[in-house]
C-alpha cells in the first residue's frame, strides 16, 4: 500500500531521517512529506512513533480528470463499501491547482457524491457527512489535471499527543519541537537546556525522544473507526502498541527548562506531569542564564512579535547569554531576522550549519545552529545531580 506521511514545510528531510531509523526502507521524500510503502500495520506504527509526522494518509487512488464527470467515475470506480458502512460519517476536503476547477468545496462534494452514490446502490443506505468528527476523512489533492485521494489514517494531527493541556503564547506544535531537537544534533545522551520554555514543549518532547516514548500511545486515532480496522487489525494493532511501550526507557538525560513568566512555568509543569516527563523546571531570565556543565544542547524558541519586549536590545543580551554557554550546541528557532543578527554578531557562537527555514504554522522561521567552543578549563561549573525525581 502507499502512504503519503506529512511534514510541516521544511522538516520533509529531518521527517525522511526519522522513517528511515525507523525501519522505513521504501520511501521518497517530497514536497510536503515523505512517500511510503508497506502494509497497513506500518502506516498504524507511524501514528504511534514519529515525532515529526503531521498527518499518514493513504493513496486510495489517482488519475486524470478533465471535468467533473470524469472524477466523479474515477472516485466511484474504488470499492467504498471496504472503507466505510452507511453508519459510517464522512468528510472530504480538497486542493487543486492548474485543474478543471480549483473550487475545493466543488471538488469536495463531487468526491463525497461519488463515495454515497456507490454505498447508496450497493447497501440501499448512504453514510452522511460530519465536517467537525467524521469516522472517514478524504482529502482530494489535484496538480495540473491529475488527481489523488487519500484517506486520513491519523484522524486529529499527529502533534496531538494528549499531553498538552495547557498552553502559553505562540506554543511551538509538538511536531516542529521535534523536528528541530532532529536538526540540532543532539544525541540524546548530552543535557539539554531549553531556557525560553514557553509551555515546556521543546523540553518535554527531548525527554520523551531520548526516553524512547513513543508520541502516540496514549491517544486513538482516525483508522481506529474505519470499516477495515476489523478485530484482527485490532489485536495486530494493540500487539505493536504493546511493544513499542515495553520500549520505554525510565532513565534519561538531565533536561533544564526555565522561562521569566510564572504562568509559563505552571502550564509547562502541568503538561509535563500529563506526559510522565522528568523535565526539571526553574524560573529564570535568559540574560542570567549560566553554563550547569562543559557541555550540552541548548535548544529554544525565543519571543518575537506582540511578544517581545526590549526589541534589538533584548535579543542582543539573550544572544551574549548563549555565546557563554561553553561547549554546548545552540539551535534557535528564529521567527525574526533581529535574533538571527544579534547571534551573528556574538564571535564565540560559530555557525555549525546554515540557516534552515521551516513554518510555524504560516510563520516563516529560521533554524540557525551555532557551536560555543569549550574554554573552560580549570572553571567549575555547577553540579548537576544525576536524574531521579520527576518534576
Ligand atoms: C515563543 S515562546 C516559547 C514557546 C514554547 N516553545 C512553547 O512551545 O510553548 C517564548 C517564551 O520566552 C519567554 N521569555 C520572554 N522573555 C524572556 C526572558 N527575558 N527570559 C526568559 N524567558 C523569556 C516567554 O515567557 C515565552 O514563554
Known amino acids: 500500500m502507499r502512504f503519503f506521511v506529512t511534514a510541516a514545510k521544511g522538516t520533509e528531510g529531518v521527517l525522511r ?33 514519529s515525532r515529526i509526522a503531521v498527518r499518514v494518509y493513504e493513496r486510495l487512488t489517482d488519475g486524470e480528470a478533465r ?82 485521494l487519500y484517506r486520513d489514517l491519523s484522524g486529529d494531527p499527529l502533534h496531538m499527543r494528549g499531553y498538552r493541556k495547557h498552553v502559553t503564547d505562540a506554543p511551538l506544535k509538538e511536531t516542529l519541537a521535534a523536528a528541530m531537537l532532529r536538526m540540532s544534533g543532539w544525541n540524546r545522551g548530552a543535557m539539554l537546556v ?9 523540553a518535554i518532547e527531548a525527554d520523551l525522544w531520548a526516553r524512547d516514548i513513543a508520541p502516540g500511545l496514549d491517544r486513538r486515532f482516525g483508522f481506529e473507526r474505519h470499516l477495515d480496522f476489523d478485530d484482527v487489525a485490532r489485536r495486530n494493532y494493540e500487539d505493536m502498541r504493546a511493544d513499542c511501550a515495553r520500549m520505554a526507557l525510565d532513565e534519561g538525560p538531565v533536561i533544564l527548562a526555565s522561562d521569566n513568566d510564572p504562568r509559563a512555568l505552571l502550564a509547562a509543569k502541568e503538561n509535563a506531569r500529563a506526559a510522565r516527563s522528568f523535565v526539571r523546571f526553574s524560573e529564570q531570565d535568559v540574560r542570567a542564564l549560566e553554563p550547569k556543565g562543559f557541555d550540552g544542547a541548548l535548544v529554544t524558541n525565543p519571543p518575537y512579535g506582540e511578544r517581545l519586549e526590549g526589541g534589538m536590545a533584548f535579543f542582543r543580551a539573550m544572544a551574549r547569554a548563549l555565546a557563554a554557554m561553553n561547549g554546548h550546541t545552540i539551535t534557535v528557532l528564529a521567527g525574526t531576522p ?23 504554522g504560516p510563520i516563516e522561521c529560521r533554524v540557525l545552529r551555532y557551536r560555543v567552543p569549550n574554554k573552560t578549563e580549570g572553571a567549575s561549573p555547577v553540579a548537576v545531580e544525576p536524574r531521579g525525581s520527576r518534576s
Not at 73 to 83: G, P, Q, S
Request: charged letters at 30%.
Open 67 to 148: 471535468d467533473a464527470d470524469e472524477l466523479y467515475d474515477l472516485v466511484r470506480e474504488l470499492e467504498w463499501e471496504r472503507y466505510l458502512s452507511p453508519r459510517h460519517t464522512l468528510a472530504v476536503g480538497a486542493s487543486a491547482k492548474n485543474a478543471f476547477t480549483t473550487h475545493t468545496q466543488f471538488l469536495s462534494r463531487r468526491v463525497k457524491d461519488a463515495v454515497v452514490d456507490r454505498l447508496r446502490i450497493r447497501e440501499g443506505e448512504r453514510p452522511s457527512v460530519d465536517l467537525d468528527d467524521p469516522d472517514v476523512r478524504l482529502f482530494l489533492h489535484g496538480n495540473n489535471g491529475y488527481f489523488t
Open 17 to 49: 531521517d526519522e522513517l528511515r531509523e525507523l525501519g522505513v526502507r521504501a520511501l521518497r521524500a517530497d514536497r510536503g512529506g515523505v512517500h511510503v510503502d508497506g502494509p497497513p500495520s506500518l502506516a498504524w506504527r507511524l501514528c504511534v512513533q
Open 338 to 360: 533581529m535574533i538571527e543578527d544579534a547571534l551573528n554578531g556574538e564571535r564565540a557562537l560559530r555557525e555549525v550549519a546554515k540557516p534552515h527555514q521551516v513554518f510555524n
Open 194 to 202: 531549553d531556557p525560553m520554555c514557553g509551555s515546556g514543549t521543546i
